[in-house]
């Protein structure tokens, strides 16, 4: 938990938050039955890799919110695309599961979007979706993948660049 207590967490309007006011939020909003989405991106540029980490909450009667944060590392420690897409899905698993044992949220509540493609569509990622899948439902999460992904490839894409 403190890991994530550490990190400057944004909101979609561009307001630096705690992240106990984050988790505030998230109770209310999954009490009114919304659902949480959980995406990572990651963008490489220069000597750097910039990581954004997406908590989106929809649905129930407030509508759409989300809080992000980023953290960039040397290019070198995440080189191929496989290791790079890797940290991705476990950046996202990391704060499912702080929310699940810290937090007492459930599976059910979260729904974590991956930047990859299905394993049919042969591009970069789509070789990598089935292992991908497979970590995330090891944590007895669900997940989905692109082109319905839209916490990673839309709001998490936006904020990695």
Request: aromatic letters at 10%; proline letters at 2%.
């Amino acid at each position: 938990m403190e890991v994530l207590n550490c990190k400057d967490w944004i909101t979609g309007s561009g307001n630096h938050v705690v992240f106990s006011d984050v988790i505030s939020l998230v109770q209310e909003y999954v009490n009114c039955g919304s659902k949480i989405f959980i995406g990572s991106d990651s963008f490489v540029s220069g000597k750097e890799t910039c990581f954004a980490t997406t908590l989106c909450l929809h649905g129930g009667r407030y509508g759409g919110r989300y809080f992000f944060y980023k953290e960039s590392l040397p290019k070198n420690m995440h080189k191929l695309l496989v290791t790079r897409i890797t940290e991705e899905t476990r950046r996202s698993i990391e704060l499912a599961e702080i929310l699940m044992t810290s937090h007492n949220f459930r599976c059910e509540d979260m729904e974590l979007h991956l930047d990859v493609s299905p394993f049919n569509a042969n591009n970069g990622t789509s070789r990598l979706s089935d292992m991908m899948k497979g970590y995330v439902q090891g944590y007895g999460l669900s997940c989905r993948l692109k082109p319905n992904a839209w916490a990673s490839q839309s709001v998490a894409d936006k904020h990695s660049k």
